[in-house]
């Protein structure tokens, strides 16, 4: 069978639920990018997967939407329900449309590792111009794209000590890659980009670049993936429309 974003819903699902290290460092360094006090401002959360970061983002008080292609992931993510002050709703669309949200509707879009899953950036980043309101500002992360290309790999370089280093894989290579390894998120596939790929689109897009972070790994994530310390997994962007 040929893993989609459906096939795997349940088991991304689970992940989430039982505490991934590496995704909740992911939820922490995009909020970051945003305010404590999100009440009073609505948010589009594109690829909100089975509602992890949306769901913060209630919790800091905001008026939420969730959007995903994936329906399995969106039963999940209203299975899941809101956590307050702020309110969430969710629907099944693409992030390369939006066609469930109205032009101007929001204050920020946030997307966390969702991305590097859209077919054609240039449409979602015209589809999030268009739902932004005049001052309000795109926040996304992706996994690194220095690190994460295809065919990155571990390699040892002290079986002693079991230290290992990351070999970069294919960085030129952009579009999409599947991973083989049945364990891994990527097996549902990935659209890999250049970091200049990133940039040049969201300054072609009119985009104004306000913050760039690539924040190192916290102790929980080397905990679980000792391999990780000191290379940072996820690039972080907050983009101004
Ligand atoms: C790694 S998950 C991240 C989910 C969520 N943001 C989180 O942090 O848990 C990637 C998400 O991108 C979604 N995705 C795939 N193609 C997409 C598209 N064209 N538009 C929007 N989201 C998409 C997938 O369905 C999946 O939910």
Redesign the pocket.
């Known amino acids: 069978m040929t893993d989609s974003?459906?096939t795997i819903?349940d088991w991304?699902a689970e992940l989430?639920r039982t505490g991934s290290a590496l995704?909740d460092f992911?939820?922490d360094v995009?909020l970051d990018q945003l305010p404590d006090a999100l009440t009073g401002q609505r948010v589009l959360?594109?690829?909100?997967?089975?509602?992890?970061?949306a769901r913060a983002l209630a919790a800091r008080g905001a008026s939420v939407t969730g959007?995903?292609?994936?329906a399995r992931?969106i039963e999940h993510a209203r299975a899941a329900g809101a956590v307050g002050p702020g309110s969430v709703v969710y629907a099944v669309?693409?992030?390369?449309l939006l066609g469930t949200v109205a032009d101007g509707a929001v204050d920020w879009v946030t997307?966390?590792?969702?991305?590097?899953?859209?077919?054609d950036l240039d449409a979602?980043f015209a589809a999030v111009r268009r739902v932004l309101t005049a001052g309000g500002s795109l926040v996304f992360s992706v996994p690194h794209p220095c690190f994460e290309a295809p065919d990155a790999s571990w390699t040892p370089v002290d079986e002693a000590s079991g230290a290992v280093r990351r070999v970069v894989g294919d960085y030129l290579a952009e579009g999409f890659w599947r991973s083989d390894n049945p364990h891994a998120?990527r097996r549902?596939g990935n659209q890999h980009r250049t970091l200049s790929t990133y940039l040049t689109a969201l300054l072609r897009h009119g985009f104004t670049l306000q913050a760039i972070a690539e924040p190192a790994p916290t102790v929980q994530v080397t905990a679980q993936q000792p391999q990780r310390a000191g290379l940072p997994p996820f690039l972080v962007i907050r983009a101004g429309r």
């Not at 959360?45 to 970061?53: M, Q, R, T």
């Not at 959007?67 to 994936?70: G, K």
């Not at 966390?112 to 859209?118: C, E, I, P, T």
């Open positions: 974003w459906d819903a991304y989430l995704n992911n939820r995009l959360d594109l690829g909100c997967g089975e509602g992890f970061i959007i995903d292609p994936s992931l669309d693409d992030g390369c997307a966390g590792l969702s991305l590097n899953h859209v077919p979602a998120v549902a």
